[in-house]
């Protein structure tokens, strides 16, 4: 496909090299689906991974999803096609599967940084939330990763991936120093979404969606450049930050929490499913059930089209796949999240404002309060 240059395509992607887990973790959007296990075959994605080479805008792959993607037996040549196709390759891992070949593969195959998911600093917590895992076990395969990044002198980088909760928000600091320990660069933390009742009691953001986002014409916006870290240059940034008329900017970048903000839209990303389809986001690629200002919703998946059948660019440029990108870019669904609650809100199908299938505005994504790598 020939491209404009006036009509961007994709620059990230979001792959799901298979939906098998070694683990049933009780935040797991899989406590309330079912499907059946399947996975990107690797001839399959050789044929994918040629065509990313004809895709100019392309600059980053996330294997992610809601599977292990150590489970899928090529991952590491999924991974080296991706870099000789000379993209930005990422993953996200519970790090279970981390032993010393594994460790060896995944140093020596290109990959730029690999996330794992650590909900708990400590035993009890991790293991009540990672369901079958060892936090033991994970902290010596932690250990192993760093020896092979030294011993290998590999630019990889670790992430850790942190789902804050009532539960084990007290563990943040340590945390961050568990991160420090291990080597890690970075450190996200996302909410939790109350894929169970159970968690919705877990939740730290129910004042927050109430709230929303409130325009301030008297807000001044302060653009700040980067500062040697003295005390007094702390002290003075500090009190800037706790004002509440202050919206702040990095070098012309906000860096306040963004709302009504779809980043798989507005970022030009696109997810691909174990079973090739192509969805918008990670939230619509599955059939799955959430709890929302006390409503229980049935979230019905979205895709465009299947990679099995279709080119990428050809979904990726069809014309309802880009209208509804418009239309998400724009936002103008009902304010779900901050809304008090009606009927409409116990699926995606319809807003009060008349948008039919699908709508977005009970998206926690672009509201700020979950985020992932």
Request: aromatic share 8%; glycine share 6%.
């Amino acid at each position: 496909m020939n491209f404009n240059k006036n009509i961007s395509g994709p620059e990230k992607i979001y792959i799901e090299p298979t939906n098998h887990c070694n683990l049933k973790c009780s935040t797991c959007i899989r406590n309330t689906w079912e499907h059946e296990f399947i996975e990107i075959s690797i001839n399959r994605f050789r044929s994918l991974a040629q065509e990313f080479k004809s895709i100019p805008t392309l600059k980053s792959i996330m294997f992610s999803g809601f599977g292990e993607p150590l489970c899928h037996d090529s991952i590491w040549e999924m991974i080296k096609l991706c870099k000789s196709a000379s993209l930005n390759v990422e993953m996200i891992s519970n790090g279970l599967l981390l032993n010393d070949v594994m460790c060896k593969d995944l140093v020596l195959s290109g990959l730029n940084t690999i996330w794992i998911s650590i909900d708990g600093a400590s035993a009890k917590n991790y293991e009540e939330i990672r369901i079958g895992a060892s936090h033991n076990d994970l902290i010596t395969n932690l250990i192993r990763l760093k020896a092979y990044i030294k011993d290998y002198k590999s630019d990889l980088k670790l992430g850790i991936s942190f789902v804050a909760m009532k539960s084990n928000i007290h563990e943040l600091p340590e945390i961050k120093e568990l991160g420090k320990k291990l080597g890690a660069s970075f450190l996200k933390v996302t909410n939790v979404i109350p894929y169970t009742r159970d968690m919705v009691s877990e939740a730290l953001y129910n004042l927050t969606l109430t709230q929303g986002e409130i325009p301030n014409p008297d807000k001044i916006v302060v653009d700040l450049p980067a500062m040697d870290n003295l005390p007094n240059v702390a002290e003075s940034l500090d009190r800037i930050k706790k004002d509440s008329d202050v919206v702040i900017h990095n070098m012309g970048v906000d860096s306040s929490i963004k709302y009504n903000y779809c980043k798989f839209v507005k970022e030009n990303c696109v997810v691909i499913g174990a079973d090739g389809r192509v969805a918008p986001c990670l939230s619509l690629l599955y059939k799955n059930k959430t709890f929302l200002n006390n409503y229980e919703r049935e979230i019905n998946p979205l895709s465009y089209g299947n990679i099995n059948d279709s080119k990428l660019t050809e979904i990726w440029f069809n014309k309802d796949y880009a209208d509804f990108r418009d239309k998400v870019d724009n936002f103008g669904f009902s304010p779900c999240t901050s809304c008090g609650g009606c009927e409409r809100l116990e699926s995606n199908s319809e807003d009060c404002f008349g948008n039919k299938p699908t709508v977005c505005g009970g998206c926690l994504w672009a509201q700020g309060i979950v985020q992932c790598p």
